[in-house]
């Protein structure tokens, strides 16, 4: 089945700094999201992003499908955005949304 | 719209019991799907429900099982509750499935078998 990889897995950054987040995927995909887990276990999607670019406020996402990797962007980073980031995908032969292992961002003040 | 509901939100069992877990999905929404997380083993899929019929099923034994009502709602079970079944359940709807658009995920039911 599809296989996902993120990188990297731990990230420390300082308040206002920016980041990136990387996804592999083994396969061809029909469906890419990006979503943050927060302290409490409650997982928010950020991105449906099969391909192309998307921007939302501060964050943004950009999946090279041909490449199979999709990149999630944090910019002017806020204590807010700690928590874990996931990449899930659907597609090749799996019937099934394959997360990856998540990156887990902590933002200092 | 409301969210995604998940109860109970916390659950204290002991090994050999059973425990059903509901989701009540957004409104309008016709897919529900379920996923496990765990430290160890991280979010695996276990199956997705649309029109109440399982679509796709993950790599759980016999013991995990589903159902969805006529109302979209949907309920998971663990039998004979094993010590390793502690984990966060986490259910998720969308309108059309997974493989088409973006998971709402509901806040969780946190499980912890004794």
């Known amino acids: 089945g599809i296989q996902v990889e993120q990188s990297p897995p731990d990230l420390i950054l300082q308040e206002g700094a920016n980041s990136t987040l990387r996804c592999n995927f083994s396969?061809?995909?029909?469906?890419l999201q990006w979503f943050h887990q927060n302290p409490w276990g409650q997982l928010i999607n950020l991105f449906y992003i099969p391909s192309g670019t998307k921007q939302n406020g501060r964050l943004s996402a950009t999946t090279v499908a041909t490449e199979r990797y999709s990149l999630l962007y944090i910019s002017s980073s806020q204590t807010t955005d700690s928590g874990v980031y996931f990449c899930a995908a659907y597609g090749g032969a799996t019937n099934k949304l394959i997360f990856g292992t998540g990156t887990l961002l902590a933002v200092q003040p | 719209k409301a969210g995604v509901t998940q109860t109970p939100r916390y659950l204290i069992k002991t090994r050999g019991q059973q425990v059903t877990l509901s989701c009540s999905p957004i409104s309008g929404h016709r897919s529900v799907s379920w996923y496990q997380q765990t430290p160890g083993q991280g979010l695996q899929f276990l199956f997705e429900?649309?029109?109440?019929?399982?679509?796709n099923k993950g790599n759980f034994p016999g013991r995990f099982s589903g159902r969805q009502f006529s109302n979209s709602r949907s309920e998971m079970n663990v039998s004979t509750l094993e010590l390793g079944d502690s984990a966060l359940y986490l259910c998720a709807s969308s309108r059309g499935g997974i493989d088409q658009e973006t998971q709402y995920f509901g806040p969780g039911t946190r499980l912890l078998v004794l």
């Open positions: 429900y649309f029109s109440e019929t399982q679509r």
């Open positions: 396969d061809s995909v029909n469906n």
